[in-house]
């Protein structure tokens, strides 16, 4: 079974950078959108940014201008870019990849952005 592993989480302050990874264990063949998503305590998971097969990307309102969403489909690896980090954007953060019938999800990375 193939799992999705995130990396890059930690603690910043605000206005800081970080860029998160994930990696898959194994090959997805044909993977049609990679994704990021979050999930605040107390909140209900959330999507953050998303790219496509064909290069298409969409962003949450709230991230839109600070993170950056890149991957490479061929080697199943997923980044992103997260810049000006806000004490609101503190959460898990899981990537997901997806093909046609199947759907990896990673065990999620912290990010913590102290004021």
């Known amino acids: 079974q193939v799992q999705l592993l995130e990396s890059g989480g930690g603690l910043v302050q605000a206005g800081e950078s970080l860029k998160l990874s994930c990696a898959a264990s194994?090959?997805?063949?044909?993977?049609?959108?990679m994704a990021w998503y979050r999930q605040a305590p107390g909140k209900q998971r959330e999507l953050v940014a998303v790219?496509?097969?064909?290069?298409?990307?969409n962003y949450a309102d709230s991230v839109k201008g600070r993170f950056a969403i890149s991957g490479d489909g061929a080697k199943n690896t997923v980044y992103l870019q997260m810049n000006s980090l806000k004490p609101e954007d503190t959460a898990v953060y899981y990537c997901?990849?997806?093909?046609?019938?199947?759907?990896?999800w990673g065990q999620g990375t912290q990010v913590t952005v102290s004021s």
């Open positions: 997901q990849q997806k093909t046609w019938t199947d759907d990896y």
């Open positions: 194994g090959r997805i063949l044909y993977i049609n959108v």
């Open positions: 790219l496509t097969s064909d290069g298409r990307t």
